[in-house]
């Protein structure tokens, strides 16, 4: 092996020069001294093993990444097929009234309500945002806090 680094040499052996670096902690080492894992040089057991442990741990963290996305996809493909199936059984059963005249009249039916329900919605609305309203100027009004405060400045 080459030397690595001009006047590099070993961190246990200054009169010996590197011909490697340790992988985890960079430091130069001599032929002696190498510990080799798999292939990869490292100065001593302890960065081995730190290397192993973190190798360990990354592979376990992209594993469970891995997993964690499959589910989520899983999840999606079968929300993806219910919203198939409810608007194939809507167009179904649509198609099938549509056809019918009892279904006609059902259809039409069905488009009043859902009109007046969505009137109704926008009503409770509106009539929501009105309470608030005015529930916002009386608590502005009848405010102990406020009426607190104007008796201290009193
Ligand atoms: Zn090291
Ligand atoms: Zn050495």
Redo the contacts with the bound molecule.
Sequence with gaps: MAKIDNGSVCLNHPNVPAVAR??????P?CADCIVKKDGVV???A??RDDAIRTGAMVEGVQESKKRSNSNRMIMNLIKLIILLALIAGGWFAYNKMKDDPEGKKLLKNVTKEVKKASQKVEQTVDQGKQAVKEKGDGLIKDSKYKKEREALVK
Excluded: M
């Design positions: 340790c992988a985890v902690c960079r430091k080492i490292y100065c001593s302890k960065c």
